[in-house]
């Protein structure tokens, strides 16, 4: 279905809605990767109640995706069915500061809370820095660096469902683990309480500093990239077993293993998401040979792959060749 289409079966733009609806919308352009087709239908709320009606109307069987700043995303080059939500930096992007907690919205880039965390003197958001997503998706993910993560320092969080109600939820709730949350897939974080400790100003800002310049150092941030492409497996690191697996700089298409960090995947200019998933599932091939180690995906990978035909994990090598990778959400 098209998104027009979309918008016609449901009376989507007879309900009231105050944000925006967009048919058919490329995602390269959203994707930190710059590859991906389009979403079906996009929408931008204004805000939390805005977006509770478009989930009230809009049929369940209609998938729904949120995305933040697509630092983590690689959506695949036919696309995603339904409708994908962008939390607009109008309607979810303050930050108040109540004491030692601040109240932040989801669309806030995580490095705009670093800073206002230093402002306000409350520390434990330095990692932070260094991380260019948003709010919503360090919530969904548990993001972390540097040995601290989201978990820490989130108290509670306002999630809208997928029937379209609001919620309010103490972060115990969300079941987090290293870089996971046990959230449904479709729950849209729409704000979340953080709690800080107080601490001097320099002190904040010399962490901060100290995360940029290790950032600068050790990893392609200039690149077209998703961040880590693999979990570090319990007792490892994804990057010393794709070094040892013989992946470093490794290239398919356009898409290459780093040579200055090889856990981060890059685009190296015309790159189509089948490349950049190919590869990753050669490395993922490779270090199951050298190590026996399953490395697990920390990038998200959505969509249809344009050909319909899909691509097998580990590329059928011994381990993982039974089940076929799913082309759908996630
Ligand atoms: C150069 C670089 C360095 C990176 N370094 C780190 C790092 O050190 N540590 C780290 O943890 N990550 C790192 N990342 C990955 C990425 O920045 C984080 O995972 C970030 O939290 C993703 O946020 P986002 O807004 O870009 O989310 P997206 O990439 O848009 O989405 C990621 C996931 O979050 C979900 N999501 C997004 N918004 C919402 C919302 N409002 N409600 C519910 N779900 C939502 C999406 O559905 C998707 O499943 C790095 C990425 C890059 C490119």
């Not at 710059?34 to 009606?53: H, S, T, Y």
């Not at 993922?284 to 998200?300: F, N, P, Q």
């Amino acid at each position: 279905m098209s998104g027009a289409d979309l918008i016609a079966a449901h009376g989507l733009d007879r309900i009231g809605l105050k944000g925006r609806l967009s048919a058919d919308q490329p995602l390269s352009s959203v994707t930190w990767f710059r590859v991906g087709g389009p979403a079906e239908l996009l929408f931008q709320p204004a805000d939390v109640e805005d977006l509770a009606l478009f989930l009230r109307h809009l049929p369940e069987a209609v998938p729904v995706l949120p995305i933040g700043l697509g630092s983590n995303l690689l959506v695949r080059d036919g696309g995603l069915e339904g409708v994908v939500v962008r939390l607009s930096a109008r309607g979810f992007g303050a930050i108040s500061v109540e004491g030692e907690t601040m109240r932040v919205g989801a669309a806030v880039p995580d490095k705009r809370l670093a800073e206002a965390a230093a402002e306000a003197g409350l520390g434990g958001f330095a990692f932070y820095a260094g991380i260019p997503g948003g709010i919503g998706g360090a919530l969904r993910m548990n993001a972390g660096a540097h040995g601290a993560e989201t978990v820490e320092v989130v108290r509670e969080l306002q999630a809208v469902t997928r029937k379209g109600e609001i919620l309010r939820m103490p972060a115990s709730d969300m079941g987090y683990s290293y870089r996971h949350s046990a959230a449904p897939h479709d729950m849209i974080f729409t704000e979340a309480v953080f709690a800080g400790e107080p601490r001097e100003r320099e002190r904040i800002r010399a962490e901060m500093d100290a995360v940029n310049e290790h950032r600068e150092k050790a990893q392609p941030i200039r690149e077209k990239t998703g961040g880590s492409t693999f979990k570090n497996p319990p007792g490892h690191s994804a990057w010393k077993l794709i070094d040892e697996a013989g992946c470093r700089g490794l290239q398919i298409g356009g898409a290459r293993m780093s040579d200055m960090h090889c856990n981060f995947m890059i685009n190296t200019g015309e790159a189509s998401a089948e490349d950049l998933e190919r590869l990753g599932e050669t490395v993922r091939a490779r270090v199951l040979d050298t190590s026996g180690i399953s490395l697990e995906w920390e990038i998200k990978r959505l969509g249809r792959f344009a050909t319909g035909a899909g691509i097998e994990p580990f590329l059928g090598a011994a381990g993982g060749a039974a089940s076929k990778e799913s082309a759908s959400h996630g």
